[in-house]
């Protein structure tokens, strides 16, 4: 019988409680950003299509069973649009939901057992483990049950709902980490010692923008310790995580900030504390609950054993073995999924996996029946695969995700296209994933081959491109992620990856890779129109369509490409000694990386050179001496200055200078660092009943310039800002509201809106 997740009741009461809430909403009693405190933490995220929502389910250890499948097929064709997505946290997901329907999939979900509580925010997400938990004949023992019972101890709590940022649990049942716990927030390794079962506990890991492997907290530790422990991470985590910086949030930041000894001491310390006040709430049992049938480890079990062999995966049990299904995207029709959950019920045990490389597995099918069980899942649709070695593994990217830079699905579409004749000769089971920004939810520092979306500039138009990331490797103790070994247009990756496989492998040597993509790199000299649109888009690439409230984010991605260039420039410059054009292109996109934090948006070399020294020199945010290196690159521009190669110190310490002060960068976007000499500003502009006509003025800029003109009224006083409709009016007031400002109302005038926000700090 499998392990399955019991929902504490805390959870059923804040399910129950969320339909008022959404009621509140769609009356006007809370504003958008007021509903998101409520809905995201259940759950429920807005995607890019207009009015449409998705619905996130925990999906415990991956198991799931027949019938909670069907359950939630069902709900899909009744509020979403048939098609299922799992995620690489074996979640999933049902998309395009009405907000009204949404209390509706919530309340449906409990019926079969099942919760999208925790599904997002900052928040305790989806405890995960290995997929073939109990069945894998190298694993220590069963994993799932501790699992299960960290997670129902975990969901009782409110404290599991307002945390720094999100935090992830993870058990691998061996060292060969196939569940990604070396690169968790917390994870446990399964080990044997003495005839107990027990873990070695790791922490601070975590994949996203700057991430980082975990240290190991712990060599040893009973098994029936694994609540008490995670606790004490929790609360950890819930006192030394930075909630003013959601850029800087998560556990692994906290690592960083006070180094391994002190991070290992606070570990020991919370511990302690746990052990003396005791669990509160409902404890599991975890013994009780414990599958002991399956710890037995087959003797002549090898890692070879555990490959893919035409869809059939060897279990511990003689004669038993897994179906792995490969789902294209992670996407699986409703109809598809009713009748994965039958062929389960017929030949398997009642129950499915989801797999961390988007996928479902059907466990202990008796030899004698798998070419009958594979038989009937193959005449489902065509996007089940059962016999495809090479799986390409993406995030949602910008074709629903409000974060998402680039169309990541797209790309993976492109690449599968492109190498339809090399899947069946694919001679390892690779994986690529692929990211569509630097949060990695394709989880590309830990593929074969990972790509991480990212916009470039180039020739003053932004092309998507991706950096491209290779050696990773994820087992216990011996973890490293990939590095990145060049960028390319999105446009030339399906051709570089085809390449790359003529053998029908992805493995080679980093330095290989390196060539290879220094290759398909170079522009060409008249660069086709299509560079500069994304893979699934028939429109240039940008950066808009981020979503209420997230206009921050927006401004972030645009200095980020700025800093990228000049980091970039420079780089060229002192590996190729191209001469002085790297370099002064460094200088300009130094210098107007910031700008825009100021509502500035300069159209010419000299317009960023003179904002810079208005609002970064004069300040004192950039040394003095920074205006004598902007006057020689001006000079050179003009021919009045024969070379800017003496200059390449400067160079480099403005580019260090702009990316320190990028980072400090507060949710208010303002700078954390002090300035170089202080300077008081003369204002006189300041005063109450100020206006500002901001029609015309595209987002993010618009909120930008809006937030400086707040800065010029007296804290109580009222700024009256005029706005476009569509993505203006949407965004900028919600914006203001997450800054802790008030939005005293929003009228249509005529054809444009009038916002009235009154300052509160």
Not at 48 to 75: C, E, F, N, P, W
Request: charge should be negative.
């Amino acid at each position: 019988m499998e392990p399955v997740l019991t929902l504490p009741e805390k959870v059923r009461q804040d399910t129950e409680g969320y339909r008022a809430q959404v009621e509140r909403f769609l009356a006007g009693e809370l504003s958008p950003m007021a509903f998101r405190v409520y809905r995201v933490p259940m759950g429920v995220y807005e995607q890019r299509t207009t009015g449409t929502y998705m619905v996130r389910i925990r999906i415990g250890a991956g198991i799931v069973s027949s019938d909670q499948l069907k359950h939630i097929a069902g709900l899909s064709r009744t509020y979403g649009n048939g098609i299922l997505h799992v995620t690489t946290r074996q979640d999933i997901q049902i998309h395009n939901v009405k907000i009204e329907q949404t209390s509706d999939v919530l309340e449906g979900l409990l019926e079969a057992g099942l919760s999208s509580r925790g599904g997002g925010g900052n928040t305790v997400r989806n405890v995960t483990a290995c997929p073939r938990a109990g069945i894998c004949p190298l694993e220590q023992f069963n994993v799932a049950p501790y699992a299960l019972a960290v997670t129902e101890y975990l969901m009782q709590f409110y404290s599991s709902y307002n945390l720094p940022r999100k935090f992830k649990v993870v058990f691998s049942g061996c060292a060969q980490d196939c569940a990604y716990a070396s690169v968790a927030d917390l994870g446990f390794f399964a080990h044997v010692r003495d005839g107990a079962r027990g873990f070695a506990v790791y922490g601070g890991g975590g994949l996203g923008s700057h991430p980082g492997v975990g240290i190991k907290l712990d060599d040893f530790v009973r098994a029936d310790e694994v609540i008490e422990i995670t606790e004490a991470v929790k609360r950890l985590f819930d006192q030394h995580g930075d909630r003013s910086n959601k850029h800087r949030a998560r556990l692994r930041y906290v690592l960083t900030r006070m180094g391994p000894e002190a991070f290992a001491r606070l570990y020991r310390q919370e511990r302690e504390k746990v052990r003396q006040e005791g669990l509160q709430g409902c404890v599991p049992d975890i013994e009780a609950i414990a599958d002991e049938s399956s710890d037995k480890v087959l003797p002549d079990a090898t890692q070879d054993s555990a490959a893919p062999t035409v869809g059939l995966l060897p279990e511990k049990t003689a004669d038993h073995h897994t179906i792995l299904l490969t789902l294209p995207l992670g996407d699986v029709s409703a109809d598809d999924l009713v009748r994965i959950a039958e062929i389960s019920d017929t030949y398997g045990v009642g129950s499915v996996r989801t797999t961390q490389r988007q996928g479902l597995l059907i466990p202990s099918v008796v030899e004698a029946q798998t070419d009958a069980a594979l038989s009937e899942l193959r005449s489902l649709s065509p996007r089940v695969q059962t016999d495809n070695p090479l799986r390409v593994v993406a995030c949602a990217g910008a074709s629903t995700c409000k974060l998402g830079l680039c169309l990541s699905r797209g790309l993976a579409r492109a690449i599968g296209n492109r190498l339809s004749d090399h899947l069946s000769s694919a001679a390892d089971p690779a994986t690529i994933r692929i990211s569509g920004c630097p949060n990695s939810c394709g989880h590309h520092y830990i593929g074969a081959l990972g790509f991480q979306g990212r916009a470039k500039r180039v020739n003053g138009r932004l092309m998507p491109c991706y950096d491209v990331l290779a050696g990773a490797q994820t087992t216990e103790g011996g973890s490293n992620l990939a590095e990145t070994v060049g960028t390319l247009p999105a446009k030339v990756i399906p051709e570089f990856v085809a390449e790359l496989m003529q053998d029908g492998s992805l493995s080679r040597p980093v330095e290989q890779l390196r060539e290879m993509v220094a290759k398909y790199s170079e522009l060409p000299a008249t660069i086709p129109d299509d560079y500069f649109v994304d893979w699934d888009a028939d429109t240039p690439f940008s950066l808009a369509g981020r979503g209420p409230g997230e206009c921050g984010a927006g401004v972030m991605d645009l200095i980020a490409v700025d800093i990228d260039e000049a980091k970039e420039a420079l780089k060229q410059h002192l590996d190729a000694g191209k001469g002085h054009d790297d370099l002064y292109r460094a200088v300009v996109a130094s210098a107007r990386a910031l700008l825009v934090t100021f509502g500035l948006e300069p159209k010419t070399d000299r317009e960023v050179f003179s904002g810079f020294r208005q609002h970064m020199i004069e300040p004192g945010w950039a040394e003095p001496s920074t205006q004598n290196l902007l006057d020689s690159a001006m000079d050179w521009r003009m021919g009045e200055k024969d070379a800017l190669v003496d200059l390449e110190a400067e160079v480099g310490s403005l580019v260090e200078r702009i990316e320190q002060l990028f980072l400090s960068l507060d949710a208010n976007l303002k700078f954390r660092l002090e300035p170089h000499k202080a300077q008081k500003r003369h204002d006189d502009s300041r005063g109450a009943g100020r206006q500002v006509d901001l029609r015309g003025v595209p987002c993010p800029l618009n909120f930008v310039k809006a937030k400086l003109e707040l800065e010029r009224i007296e804290v109580g006083d009222i700024l009256e800002i005029q706005l476009d409709g569509g993505e203006p009016v949407q965004n900028v007031p919600d914006s203001f509201v997450q800054q802790g400002q008030e939005v005293l109302e929003v009228v249509e005038v005529a054809d444009h809106f009038c916002v009235r926000v009154r300052r509160k700090k």
